[in-house]
């Protein structure tokens, strides 16, 4: 289950509308965490919250400088994202079973 639990965090990155306009916010660049804060009318515990998710997912990437954490997307996170959701929703070259093999 471990593997599942791993690729969900993916998802769960994508399934809320405030991670979705922090990414937006992100396509411009690196941003640092008081500039995201503000037009998503966020508490800074709001925003960590949601940023960890990010992170932990492997979509956004972040660094401190000094008492401040800047946050940009990761390639790396992208590309996993995309294959990985490519890699679910494409069929298996092999069938398991059909249904005519199933006890009536």
């Known amino acids: 289950m471990g593997v599942y639990q791993e ?30 804060q503000e037009p998503l009318d966020l508490t800074q515990s709001g925003l960590s919250y949601h940023m960890k998710i990010l992170c932990d997912s492997g979509i ?16 790396s996170g992208r590309d996993y ?6 890699k679910l929703t494409t069929p298996n070259a092999e069938k398991e079973r059909d249904c005519s093999s199933c006890a009536q």
């Open 7 to 36: 690729q969900a965090k993916v998802f769960k990155a994508l399934c809320d509308p405030k991670r979705l306009a922090i990414l937006e916010q992100l396509r411009s660049g690196e941003k640092c965490a008081c500039v995201l």
């Open 60 to 75: 956004v990437t972040s660094r401190q400088e000094g008492k401040w954490t800047h946050y940009q997307l990761s390639p």
């Open 81 to 86: 994202a995309v294959d990985l959701l490519k």
